[in-house]
Structure formats: C-alpha cells, structure tokens
C-alpha cells in the first residue's frame, strides 16, 4: 500500500529542510506518494494568496501532510497561514514532545516531556481591533467548554497510550479568572475521569521557573494556545534548540505534522540548518500512519548521528562558529547512512 501524503515545502528556509526530511522519509522504503502543494509566501507571490483552497483540498483528501515552516509578516499583512491550516481543518492537538538526547549540548539530562496545547482558539482566534486608533487596541480571547474538554481529555487519553504518569494543566486562572478559570474548571472535571493519571495544574509564571530549575519533573503538559506556544519553544531549548524540535497537529482522522521552528528566513538558501526537527516531525508521521519500524528506524539513526556529534549542523556544535559543523543536506545524509 501507497501512503499518500500532502507536502508543503513551506517557505524561507523550509523547502531546503524539508528536502532534507523527504529523503530520509524515503530511505525508509516505506511507499510514499508525495502530493507537493506550496502555500506561503511563495503561494502569495504566485496565486495571491499565501493558502490557497488546493491546499486544503489535498489535506482533506490525504488526510495527512508533512508541512515545513511558513512566514507570518509582523503587525500587517496576511494572517498566520500556519493558524489558518490548524483552525480550517480543525486540528486541534499540537503534539510537541521534548526528549534529551546524548550528544547534544547545552540540553538538561532526563528530559521527556511532551506539551499539548490547544490549537484552535485562545488569542489566536485573531478577533482585535483599535479601540482609539493610533492608541489603544484590544484582542479578545476566547476560552471554550467543548475546545478545553477534547484537548485536556486528548492530553490524558495520550498520556494513557504512551505509559505516562502525570498531566499538568498550565493556566493563569489567578488573573484570568473568568477565561482561564473555565480551562481549569474543565480540566479538574475531564482528569477525575483518570484516576490511573496524576494531575496537577500551575500557573503559567511557575511553571516557566519549575521547567528550567526542574524539568525531569514533568510529563504531559496541557494548556490553552499562547502559553503553549511559548511553553513549547522553552522546552525545546531545554534538550537542544529547535533544530531538534518535532511537532504534530492532529484532529479526528486528519494530521498536519511540522517542526516547533519557524522558518528562520535569515538562513533561507544557506544549508546550514538542522533538519532534524521536520525529519522527527516525519517519524511522528510514518508512526501515525502504523509504520512504528520506520519510525523507530529514523529515530534512532538521528540519535546516532547526533551521539556521534561529528556530521552535524553547528547548532549541535559546542560552539555557533565551529568550522568542522556540516550543512542541512549533509547532516541528512549523515542519516541516511546511519539507517542502513
Ligand atoms: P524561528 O523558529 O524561525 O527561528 C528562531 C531561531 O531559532 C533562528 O534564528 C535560529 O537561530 C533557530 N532555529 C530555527 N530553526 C532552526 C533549525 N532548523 N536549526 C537550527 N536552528 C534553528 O522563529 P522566528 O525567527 O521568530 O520566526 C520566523 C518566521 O517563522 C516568522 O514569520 C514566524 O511567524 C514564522 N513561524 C512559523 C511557524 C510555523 O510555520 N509553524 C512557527 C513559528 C514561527
């Protein structure tokens, strides 16, 4: 059987990374058809619009894709493609495990945590406006029973099929108390349905000192959009950046899996970066479609790359400038020799 499977090249330095994560993809043997679409700044320029509807359509049909990063202009111009994908389709789990792996440096040892953040309301719902152009502007940001109960209940329900202990919800039902006291309202109800699960919650505030002073302490965490948004690049940069940052967006039946990262326009061209992310964003893939072997296969070869610290890109170097790091393809085919 032909996996059939949408292919978003994304844009700045996406294509290039992505590249890199289809050829590994491939080195799996595991059929793949690729149903390349373009969106992002790329699209815009071509189709005037940066998602066009083909987009959507091919994702709809294939009910999978693996997607690289897509610019979002500052303050003006068209709104996040990226949101756009996750609220049109709505996938409403963003699935962005954090794992410590040997070799790499600067990263916390014992790290294995997973952050489940809502993806489909919150601020990013993007309902603002000036009040008194010019000076004062307000967003609304919305908070819902039915969107809080799936994702907290997808966060336990995940912690359930993946041997996990603990879920932490992650609010500011202090301040908050009418949108972020709901999430925590509903979260308290949905994990008495989980005695076999612990549960706590912490503010937000706390919870960025406990992940940098305590990390190894956390296993699931679940929490509304913008703070997990945040919360997950913290944890990144706790086991080694977002160069090594997998990420999935998943909805009933339908999944979108990209990295953490965004598309770093500054280094667009330049095969420098890592492409692990969108390469572990692809095992996360080939594991949702049931291929758990190839999955295993790509992690562990990108584990033994990164172990070795030798074919890797400079920001798995003990230092930015060190000279002996490789480019984005190297580092792929580094890879793809480790699988064999
Ligand atoms: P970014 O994630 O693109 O880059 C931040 C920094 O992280 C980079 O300067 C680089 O030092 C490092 N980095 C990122 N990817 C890396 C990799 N593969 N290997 C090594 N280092 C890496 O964040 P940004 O600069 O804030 O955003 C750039 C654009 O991407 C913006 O337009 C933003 O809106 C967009 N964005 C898109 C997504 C997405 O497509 N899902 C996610 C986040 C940001």
């Not at 679940?222 to 913290?234: A, R």
């Not at 039946?253 to 990262?261: L, Q, S, T, Y």
């Not at 562990?300 to 490789?326: H, Q, S, Y």
Request: proline share 6%.
């Amino acid at each position: 059987m032909t996996y059939r499977v949408t292919l978003i090249p994304g844009d700045g330095s996406g294509p290039e990374l992505v590249e890199a994560a289809r050829r590994v993809l491939e080195a799996t043997g595991v059929p793949l058809e690729w149903d390349v679409q373009q969106a992002g700044m790329g699209a815009m320029e071509r189709y005037g619009v940066p998602l066009p509807d083909s987009v959507l359509d091919s994702i709809r049909a294939n009910r999978v894709a693996l997607k690289g990063p897509i610019t979002t202009p500052l303050g003006t111009g068209f709104r996040s493609v990226n949101v756009a994908i996750r609220r049109e389709l709505d996938l409403y789990a963003n699935v962005r495990p954090a794992r410590t792996m040997v070799g790499i440096p600067r990263c916390f040892p014992n790290v294995d945590l997973v952050v489940v953040r809502e993806n489909t309301e919150c601020l990013y719902v993007g309902v603002e406006h000036e009040v008194i152009p010019g000076e004062a502007a307000e967003s609304i940001r919305i908070i819902t029973r039915r969107a809080t109960e799936r994702i907290v209940r997808f966060a336990f329900e995940y912690a359930r099929a993946h041997h996990r202990r603990k879920v932490t919800a992650v609010h500011k039902a202090n301040i908050l108390k009418v949108t972020d006291g709901l999430f925590l309202k509903v979260a308290r109800e949905v994990a008495a349905d989980y005695p076999d699960i612990a549960f706590e919650d912490l503010i937000v505030d706390n919870m960025c000192l406990q992940l940098v002073q305590w990390p190894q302490d956390y296993d699931v965490i679940v929490t509304p959009n913008l703070y997990g948004d945040i919360l997950s690049d913290l944890c990144s940069g706790l086991v080694g950046g977002l160069g090594v940052a997998p990420g999935a967006n998943i909805g009933d039946g339908i999944a979108v899996f990209e990295p953490v990262h965004g598309s770093a326009p500054q280094f667009a061209g330049q095969n420098r970066l890592n492409p692990c992310a969108v390469i572990l964003s692809g095992a996360m893939m080939l594991r949702y479609l049931g291929e758990e072997e190839a999955a295993q296969q790509v992690e562990r070869a990108v584990a033994a790359v990164i172990a070795e610290g030798r074919a890797v890109t400079f920001d798995l170097k003990p230092t930015r400038d060190d000279p002996t790091a490789v480019g984005t393809q190297e580092m792929a085919d580094a890879i793809i020799a480790a699988m064999e």
